[in-house]
């Protein structure tokens, strides 16, 4: 399997804060993947220093093959970039935005597809950016990006203060214009219907380390969370492997557990509930119920992880 970005034990520190801790992962070519945190999470810190934005203290990335240190020109101008809040001239036309910006792609400019774009959205060429909605915005801004025929679109919560229908526009376009040639995108984004909608793969940023890195739907087969009801108040839990958290709500205990199996069956029958059952989440359910719970103790896992087996992740804090 060839992968279009590869990161190895990336550290980032500002003064004596780790703000991304010891992160590797490898994202394959041609994939969508969807790149998870709360705020404070680490997400555009780490997507600044895939771009050399930002210079890491430890680690590496390669993007395409090639190390970014010494990514030559015309690799660069395979890669996309998309800034939270389509950040654009708002006293150009869309006409003047896509001459300067055909101006640094020569050679890999494909008019024809910007105008497929701009012609679906019925955006007109005379229109001043500044006027356009924010979901007009959006996909002037997409259709920059993808006019020079980039093998690696990378993009930082893009749907950010769009509307339903603008969000799911965007959505759809980006996955039908940019991955139907196989190219690959990474994407952060707080909105995680989106994510789940489009997402092969996700990585999720814990306090900058990342705790999960598989494809989405094993992640939300993997939390489950069950709700066990009794007579009066519920026992005290006496924990297991992969629990998250455990809480109270009246007469019932509520757990979050990551692959809950035969081992996590066996305590919680021990506390001999009235009745107990396992509640299917989406992802946004799963990823709040991950993430909220205590951080010391969340199990890492991932295809190539155990569950609470120590990860890199781990052995690289400083």
């Known amino acids: 399997m060839t992968h279009a ?11 004596s804060r780790c703000v991304v801790n010891s992160l590797s992962l490898r994202v394959p070519a041609g994939s969508v993947y969807g790149f998870l945190g709360r705020n404070g999470a680490g997400k555009s810190t780490t997507i600044k220093m ?13 993007l395409l093959g090639h190390e970014v240190a010494t990514l030559p020109p015309a690799m660069r101008a395979r890669i996309a970039y998309l800034a939270e809040g389509h950040p654009l001239y708002g006293w150009m036309t869309v ?3 896509v001459r300067f910006c055909r101006a640094f792609h020569a050679d890999r400019w494909n ?6 774009i701009l012609d679906h959205f019925e955006i007109p060429a005379r229109a001043k950016l500044r006027r356009l909605s924010n979901g007009q915005r959006a996909n002037v801004a997409l259709a920059l990006a993808i006019a020079p025929d980039p093998d690696l679109l990378i993009l930082d919560d893009p749907t950010l203060g769009l509307d339903t229908v603008a969000r799911r526009d965007f959505l759809m376009s980006m996955i039908h214009l940019v991955q139907r040639q196989g190219r690959t995108i990474l994407f952060s984004s707080h909105i995680l219907a ?33 709700v066990l009801e009794f007579s009066g108040r519920p026992p005290t839990f006496p924990g297991c492997s992969g ?15 990551v692959n809950f199996g035969d081992e996590q069956r066996q305590v919680v029958e021990s506390l001999a509930p009235l009745t107990w059952d396992v509640v299917g989440l989406n992802l946004e359910d799963a990823f709040v119920d991950y993430t909220r719970g205590p951080r010391r103790s969340l199990p890492v896992f991932g295809e190539e992880f155990a569950l609470g087996q120590e ?3 781990d052995r690289g804090a400083a």
């Not at 008019?111 to 497929?116: A, G, S």
């Open 5 to 15: 970005i590869v990161k190895e034990r990336l550290t980032k520190y500002y003064g």
């Open 50 to 62: 895939l771009l050399g934005m930002v210079q890491p203290n430890y680690g590496r990335v390669e």
């Open 95 to 97: 006409a003047e935005a």
């Open 111 to 116: 008019q024809p597809l910007l105008d497929q």
């Open 194 to 226: 989106d994510v789940e909608r489009v997402a092969d793969r996700i990585g999720i940023l814990v306090d900058g380390v990342l705790r999960a890195d598989c494809p989405t739907e094993h992640f939300k087969e993997s939390v489950s969370k069950l």
């Open 243 to 257: 629990l998250v958290q455990a809480w109270e709500v009246g007469h019932r205990l509520e757990l979050v557990i």
């Open 311 to 313: 990860s890199t992740s």
